[in-house]
């Protein structure tokens, strides 16, 4: 009897309508756990290396962590994985809500789709029938209208749903996929791989019992989660919005960094969600303003126009708290916005890497607009980071003299002019006139625009830089760079050290100081030991279906207990983390495989690490040792350091002995 995982997972061949079960080993899940680990495992075997991310060959995986759905805390996450077209290597992206569980509980730790429907289809497993559904009246609609339209087909009020909505239909490379009405697995573009398969959703409620070993020791970890989180409550009033904007200001002026903990992160993500840092980071220069080249205080001052975009003056719209499943913390939100110009009667609360990438990074202090277009991209299934830095790329395309008016169909798209950006945003959507060279983010943009215009698309291998300035955490130039998904802040950045504690979970780590000089951020000297563990950690975690606001607990999310309790295994946290390097170099090893030369293909924009430097804000003169954090962060890794890619030596440490012969042909 398994225990944590189902040990099956379910293929569905959408050429031949074609549905089968297969039996996974539990030296599968000893090796890689669930969640990414199994999706990389599976699809680097199975997927061909010529193989087209739009066409048959590509498969697609939706799988569950392996501590979802055991009472473990924090452990909601679903991931979908493939071969990504923004990118042409390893894609994946996850999401919260309440998918994940509802995998196992059809009796699955993940669900593949290979080939393509010959017309639009949805899987549909409740109550274990599992079957194709024809979708052709679901094609077109957004991705509420899907929802509602597919729970009432059901018959099962528990059915959770996993959809595409135009953007995916339309192919665009910066779709992605929607669950909840509203929360999006949005990197990578693979809500154009599902398009591209005539899949429009999946629909899931099952029954089956997920496992635990030991059940007790499962409620008694949470309990002490819980008594940490607790100890936070007290502050969380003297917390607010302008306490904030203060705050932005103060860092912003200091010589000092003050490193982030566990309980400011249980406060702030209960009380504001993401959207805390609107603010704050605008001022304190981790966010990217003017598309990268401008300055919180002086583009977009705090009492002028950041503070339009002030966390309190969102919630105020907020009628409930949003908790994703097994979350305690309910960083999400549900807001109607009955006032102002657009009238919304109930939407998702914007994120903060919605409301930077259309405000500071547009110069757009308009709150009604960041909630119209944020309910427009949710309905469309659009990623928000990739939209936002397309139209700041095409203003800045505008104000260089290499678009016109006519090249964008008549609209005045400047800085700030946020009515042309709605209508550009529409366009995208629907891939109608300019809209359709946009459509695809902003290196394929650029390669068709020509005349030197990918000096100003700010994005790593075709997908576009998140809403945290590299200049500011070089960390995240790393992460940016050489990660197997490139351009994700999700997986470390020097702020995320801080916050992971990883001393206080793996032995010999350093503790990161808690405060320090602003100078000694920029001194590569060492810093690779904490993010290499943290590249591996967070692997473990997208392994077991973990929130990164979980594992920013500092430290006090213990993954490896949890798994222990859960399996009935008795292996020590180092043990973990080794798995979770297998996962990072199979990721890894599959874009190698697959033609991607990570440090050739994967590069920064030059305006991402300081070249040339900006002459105003926080991180004036600012030119990052790009070389040296490279090199020090490859070589932690046992990667080559002039390609990126992961040694025969390390692949046999890890038991990879067989991705040698692709990587390293004789």
């Not at 993401?274 to 001052?301: H, M, Q, R, Y």
């Not at 944020?374 to 939209?387: K, V």
């Not at 095409?394 to 290499?402: H, N, P, T």
Request: proline share 5%; charged share 25%; with cysteine.
């Amino acid at each position: 009897m398994s225990y944590g995982y189902m040990g099956k997972v379910l293929w569905v061949n959408l050429t031949s309508g074609k549905i089968h079960e297969e039996n996974i080993p539990d030296s599968m899940y000893e090796k890689y756990l669930s969640g990414v680990g199994l999706a990389a495992r599976i699809l680097y075997d199975r997927i061909p290396k010529d193989a087209d991310p739009l066409g048959p060959h590509n498969i697609l995986a939706f799988t569950a962590g392996a501590l979802c759905g055991t009472g473990a805390l924090f452990m909601g996450r679903w991931i979908v994985s493939g071969k990504s077209p923004l990118t042409g290597g390893w894609g994946d992206a996850n999401c919260g809500g309440f998918l994940a569980p509802e995998i196992k509980r059809c009796g699955y730790d993940a669900i593949f789709f290979t080939g393509i429907s010959p017309k639009p289809v949805y899987l549909r497993v409740v109550n274990r029938k599992k079957e194709l559904v024809d979708a052709s009246h679901l094609w077109g609609l957004d991705i509420v209208e899907t929802e509602e339209k597919i729970k009432a087909e059901s018959g099962d009020p528990k059915t959770q749903v996993a959809m595409i909505g135009p953007a995916g239909e339309k192919l665009s490379l910066i779709a992605g996929v929607a669950h909840d009405k509203g929360r999006i697995a949005a990197r990578s573009g693979l809500g154009a791989v599902m398009g591209s398969k005539k899949l429009k959703a999946i629909a899931l409620a099952g029954r089956d019992p997920i496992r635990v070993r030991d059940a007790a020791r499962v409620a008694e970890s949470s309990r002490k989660l819980v008594r940490f989180l607790d100890r936070s409550k007290m502050a969380k009033p003297a917390f607010s919005g302008t306490a904030l904007n203060v705050m932005g200001i103060m860092l912003r002026k200091s010589p000092l960094v003050l490193g982030m903990t566990g309980d400011m992160v249980n406060i702030a993500m209960s009380k504001f969600g993401t959207i805390s840092t609107n603010v704050l980071s605008s001022e304190n220069g981790d966010s990217p303003v003017k598309n990268w080249k401008g300055a919180g205080f002086a583009d977009f001052p705090v009492f002028s126009m950041a503070d339009k975009l002030n966390p309190q003056r969102i919630i105020d719209f907020e009628y409930r708290k949003y908790h994703c499943y097994s979350c305690p913390l309910g960083c999400g939100g549900l807001c109607k916005v009955d006032k102002g110009k657009y009238h919304l009667e109930e939407t998702h609360k914007p994120e903060y890497e919605t409301v930077c990438a259309f405000g500071a990074l547009m110069l757009n202090g308009d709150l009604d607009s960041v909630f119209l277009l944020n309910d427009m991209l949710n309905r469309a299934g659009m990623d928000s980071i990739g939209a936002g830095s397309t139209v700041a790329f095409a203003i800045e395309c505008v104000e260089k003299g290499i678009l016109t008016k006519e090249d964008l169909d008549g609209l005045d798209l400047t800085w700030g002019n946020i009515d042309a950006v709605i209508q550009f945003v529409k366009k995208m959507i629907a891939r109608e006139g300019c809209g359709d060279l946009f459509a695809d983010g902003t290196k394929k943009a650029a390669q068709k625009i020509g005349k030197d215009s990918d000096k100003h698309a700010i994005n790593a291998g075709g997908q576009e830089l998140p809403m945290h300035d590299s200049r500011f955490d070089p960390g995240f130039a790393v992460s940016y760079s050489l990660e197997p998904t490139p351009g994700r802040h999700t997986n470390h950045g020097y702020q995320w050290l801080d916050m992971f504690s990883l001393h206080r979970i793996y032995k010999g780590l350093p503790k990161p100081a808690p405060i320090s000089m602003v100078k000694s951020k920029y001194d590569p000297k060492d810093k690779w030991i904490l993010q290499a563990a943290a590249s591996k950690h967070m692997q473990l975690a997208n392994a077991v279906g973990a929130c990164l606001f979980g594992v920013q607990m500092g430290g006090n999310l213990s993954m490896h207990e949890y798994l222990n309790a859960t399996m009935g295994w008795n292996h020590g946290p180092e043990h973990y983390l080794k798995i979770g390097e297998r996962i990072q170099n199979l990721r890894q090893a599959f874009n190698f495989k697959h033609g991607v030369v990570v440090r050739r293909d994967f590069k920064l924009p030059d305006r991402a690490y300081g070249k040339p430097p900006m002459d105003k804000g926080p991180v004036k003169g600012i030119t990052l040792q790009i070389d040296r954090l490279f090199s020090d962060f490859l070589m932690g890794m046992g990667w080559s350091v002039e390609e990126g890619k992961p040694t025969k030596t390390k692949l046999q440490e890890l038991d990879l002995g067989d991705v040698i012969k692709d990587l390293y042909p004789a």
